[in-house]
């Protein structure tokens, strides 16, 4: 009769699952990277359903090695006690005598071909896995909003959005157009975004179906939005986001249309994955300088998100632009986001427009006001047109 995974693996196992899924769901986070890790788990749990003794090695091995990876780094109590929490598990008493080799009756051994197919069901389960993987990661179609009014002859603004969750996030392009549609006297705008997770400039070149997008339709404008911390980090930014940039540049030209940077926030917290000890104002200002370099280079113009989401700290300090995970926008975060890109979208003052997203319409009014302010800062000539 087989035995049972004691339950010292199977919280190991558990464990994995639960930081597997926190890391998929996190933000920023990008799926595929992370689809090797569920082919591990996957392949694991099978190994460990047929008490294959390797499999146990290899992971007590990988365990440990992570163990080290996080004391070496000084990742910080949480992770190291994370670390050895689960290399206790794998080396707990049950776990060892679990795979522990015993010797068995002649009528018990397994033979080869009975070895041959537990080694050809954990490859299996490693293939289901990928399958089941690229099913779930099959993120929904990154293309949306008015593809329609794009293509019909009706007069109107056609601006394509191109970027990830801080585009996407709270339908900020809608609230772009409903910006519009509250303005008695601005002309209709047809939003149209491709947006996906977490993505980068560079992901979006690769894609066929963007560059399909931008060579088939006719664009006013192409908005260019990065991943904030690609945009923030040296090394990245100059070898593969203003590369990017470049191209996606170059093929909004030929569709006739102008490109506009949209420059990003800093995280509530900083980038600390990459700076120790770093700060909102200190990120804000790697990302503002790179936006501002970026405009110079190409022949773009910048929405200063980021410097309105300065802005309006600094007069509201308690002010909630962020989410919970102090990266991603709040509403009231996308609506001020959006102010911004209205205007310089459309040469018009954003306090012009009713629309609040459902925002008080105090603090609706008071954030148009602060886009308004901001925008003409870094143009003084860019409301001229009313």
């Not at 979006?204 to 260019?224: I, N």
């Not at 590369?243 to 995280?267: D, I, K, M, V």
């Not at 936006?291 to 910048?302: G, K, N, W």
């Not at 319409?361 to 870094?378: F, G, H, N, P, Y």
Request: net charge positive; proline share 5%; hydrophobic share 45%.
């Amino acid at each position: 009769m087989r035995r049972r995974p004691p339950v010292t693996l199977v919280a190991y196992m558990a464990s994995i699952a639960v930081i597997l899924l926190a890391g998929v769901t996190s933000e920023g986070a990008d799926a595929e990277e992370l689809l090797p890790l569920g082919v591990l788990l996957g392949t694991g749990v099978a190994g460990v359903y047929f008490r294959i003794r390797l499999v146990w090695i290899v992971f007590t091995a990988l365990q440990a090695g992570s163990l080290l990876y996080a004391v070496t780094l000084q990742r910080g109590g949480g992770p190291i006690a994370l670390a050895i929490a689960l290399l206790a598990l794998l080396l707990a008493d049950p776990s060892r005598r679990y795979f522990r080799q015993e010797p068995r009756a002649a009528s018990e051994r397994v033979s080869r071909t009975g070895r041959t197919g537990k080694l050809v069901a954990v490859v299996l389960a490693g293939l289901l896995v990928v399958l089941v993987g690229n099913a779930v990661i099959s993120r929904p179609d990154p293309v949306s909003g008015d593809i329609d009014l794009v293509r019909s002859p009706r007069s109107g603004l056609r601006v394509l959005f191109v970027g990830n969750n801080l585009t996407a996030d709270n339908s900020m392009t809608t609230i772009v157009r409903r910006l519009a549609e509250s303005d008695r006297q601005a002309a209709p705008i047809f939003a149209v975004q491709y947006a996906r997770r977490g993505s980068t400039l560079e992901d979006a070149l690769e894609d066929r179906k963007l560059r399909d997008l931008l060579a088939g339709e006719r664009w006013d404008h192409v908005v260019l939005q990065e991943h904030s911390q690609a945009i923030s980090r040296g090394n990245y930014r100059e070898a593969r986001t203003f590369p990017a940039a470049f191209a996606l540049e170059s093929l909004s030209r030929r569709s006739g249309a102008q490109t506009l940077l949209f420059a990003s926030w800093g995280y509530r917290e900083g980038d600390e994955d990459a700076v120790p000890d770093d700060t909102y104002g200190a990120m804000q200002s790697r990302v503002s300088r790179a936006y501002f370099e970026l405009a110079s280079r190409l022949p773009a113009v910048m929405a200063p998100v980021g410097l309105a989401w300065e802005a309006a700290l600094r007069r509201q300090p308690q002010l909630k632009l962020w989410g919970d995970d102090g990266r991603r926008p709040s509403l009231a975060g996308s609506y001020l986001t959006a102010c911004v890109l209205y205007s310089q979208l459309t040469h018009r003052d954003p306090t012009g427009s009713r629309f609040t997203a459902a925002l008080d319409r105090a603090q609706a009014q008071s954030l148009q006001q602060i886009a308004k302010e901001s925008v003409l800062q870094m143009y003084p000539e860019a409301l001229r047109r009313q």
